[in-house]
Nanobody
Framework: VQLQASGGGLVQAGCSLRLSCAAS????????SGWFRQAPGKEREFVAA????????DVADSVKGRFTISRDNAKNTVFLQMNSLKPEDTAVYHC?????????????????????WGQGTEVTVSS
């Protein structure tokens, strides 16, 4: 599967953005998905993940209550809705996918578990 992330940009603190990750190739409903981010000078970190069905989700504590992950398998797309953005959310955001057909509820926050990665979309939040 190939992943294409989009939706990043420059916004002021307190604003919202919605990132999209469009998949092509095999049916996206076969893949658990996740979002990770990498700020300048820092390691890549977990942001959010959801199962291939969308039934199970998880978000990092740093974004809990502000970010929501969802998916539309009919459109082969995963979304990351980001509200109340803060300057510390500034980073390049990457989507990832892992094929996992054994369960509709599986997801993971471990980036080493993911097999496919998008190229990233940059988010800059000004204070």
């Amino acid at each position: 599967v190939q992943l294409q992330a989009s939706g990043g940009g420059l916004v002021q603190a307190g604003c919202s953005l919605r990132l999209s990750c469009a998949a092509s190739g095999r049916p996206f409903s076969l893949y658990a998905s996740g979002w990770f981010r990498q700020a300048p000078g820092k390691e890549r970190e977990f942001v959010a993940a959801l199962s291939r069905s969308g039934f199970s989700t998880d978000v990092a504590d740093s974004v809990k209550g502000r970010f929501t992950i969802s998916r539309d398998n009919a459109k082969n797309t995963v979304f990351l809705q980001m509200n109340s953005l803060k300057p510390e959310d500034t980073a390049v955001y990457h989507c990832a996918a892992k094929e996992y057909v054994r369960s509709s509820y599986y997801y993971t926050d471990n980036q080493t578990e993911y097999d496919y990665w998008g190229q990233g979309t940059e988010v800059t939040v000004s204070s």
